[in-house]
């Protein structure tokens, strides 16, 4: 026991500690959130007084409701429409950012499009085109089933260097949409909708390797 | 964000190359920040990034080949005191790569609780959240990564424990 405790503290006195390097507290900084940014200070302004104080006063409350009730009529239904793509990236992001901890990244690992798409058979109720753009960059690493709200994905795993793509795939309601690209939380996306499908391409790469993705997935039909 | 040296240590000890341990900790904190403002205490705080670290070592592991890193470090110098003879400093900086080595031999998961705890000197409670173990693994894996140390610094731990008997 008394050996233990002694090569714990031959240890401590011996092994070094690091500080973080410049570069990453500058990028932590540029990361950081933006309620950790203090406040802005307010400077106090001159008070008119009296009768004018009074108008000012009355005018304003009036201005406010009525600018408040013009508001709320026109954000509102466009609140409701980004809200729900807003929780669409997020849930999307998180699906993503979960694949890469521990072992949920696929359920059928191939490189091999042949033996991804028969998999996906039976498991959802549309074909998604699957295939392997190694050539490309993007080998083809494996896919999945996800359930994002509402909707059975079929989701394909691709490579990119040393970072993954996530192509979750559904029927889509709609007619064909083009691009539309979007950042959430450092990671990239972007939407389109083909072929009655609609196309989530989510990754921790740049948005540059995603519009390089979409290009190829495209070009191999 | 606190912490950032604790975990960016952690890191060096897991993970060989430097430039992928920068890598590491930028998805680290990219995967924090989010989350960073939610958090109540302090403590929480380090354990919480400190785990978000540690799963991305074993994510980087993984990506390459599966196999957990050694690590060559540095040892530290003694800069700062010039009482003793230029004898004493070699035969200390011998020592000390002795040591830095046989820690950043040892398998990472037996690795990360000595770094844990003999550097970091966090609690058996905060280990078991941090490693996502058991608390009776850690104390376990602990006792094997200590018994492994003196074992592979015997000569140094006997001077040790022959003075106690």
Redesign the interface.
């Known amino acids: 026991m008394s050996t233990e405790r002694d090569i714990g503290n031959i240890v401590r006195e011996n092994l070094p500690s690091y500080q973080a390097p410049q570069s990453l507290r500058e990028f932590v900084r540029a990361n950081a959130p933006a309620s950790d940014v203090p406040p802005p200070i307010l400077v106090p302004r001159r008070r008119p007084t009296g009768a004018a104080r009074q108008f000012l006063y009355a005018a304003g409350i009036l201005i406010a409701f009525l600018a408040g009730w013009m508001i709320n009529n026109s954000i509102r239904s466009r609140q409701q429409a980004s809200a729900a793509s807003e929780a669409m990236v997020a849930e999307l992001v998180d699906n993503h950012v979960r694949s890469l901890i521990g072992d949920h990244l696929t359920d059928v690992r191939s490189t091999d499009q042949h033996t991804v798409k028969p998999w996906f058979n039976g498991k959802i109720d549309f074909a998604p085109r699957v295939v392997d753009l190694a050539s490309q960059g993007f080998p083809l690493i494996g896919g999945r089933v996800d359930y994002i709200r509402g909707h059975t994905a079929a989701t394909l795993v691709y490579g990119r260097r040393k970072h993954f793509v996530n192509v979750f795939i559904w029927p889509a309601g709609g007619a064909d949409a083009g691009e539309t690209s979007q950042a959430y939380n450092g990671y990239s996306l972007l939407h389109w909708v083909a072929d009655g499908l609609s196309y989530w391409a989510v990754t921790d790469a740049s948005p540059v390797d995603l519009e390089a993705f979409r290009l190829a997935y495209d070009a191999n039909r | 964000?606190p912490h950032?040296?604790a975990?960016?240590?952690l890191a060096?000890y897991l993970i060989n190359d430097p430039s992928e341990v920068?890598?590491v900790?930028?998805?680290a904190?990219?995967?924090g920040?989010?989350y960073?403002?939610t958090l109540e205490s302090d403590n929480n705080a380090r354990a919480w990034f400190l785990t978000i670290v540690r799963?991305e070592c074993y994510?980087a592991w993984s990506?390459r080949d599966g196999k957990m890193d050694s690590v060559s470090?540095?040892?530290?110098s003694d800069l700062e005191d010039a009482a003793i003879s230029p004898e004493q400093t070699a035969e200390r900086s011998l020592?000390?790569e002795r040591?830095?080595h046989a820690?950043g031999t040892l398998p990472g998961h037996l690795r990360e609780v000595?770094?844990l705890?003999?550097?970091q000197q966090l609690s058996y409670d905060e280990i078991a959240v941090i490693t996502e173990s058991p608390i009776g693994t850690v104390m376990s894996r602990l006792?094997r990564a200590?018994?492994r140390?003196?074992d592979s610094?015997r000569d140094?731990?006997d001077v040790?424990?022959g003075e106690?008997s």
């Open positions: 964000m950032l040296d975990a960016y240590t060096r920068d890598d900790l930028q998805e904190v990219l995967r920040v989010q960073f403002n799963r994510t990506r470090l540095e040892t530290i020592l000390r040591i830095v820690v000595i770094v705890r003999e550097l006792s200590r018994a140390l003196a610094l140094l731990v040790d424990v106690m």
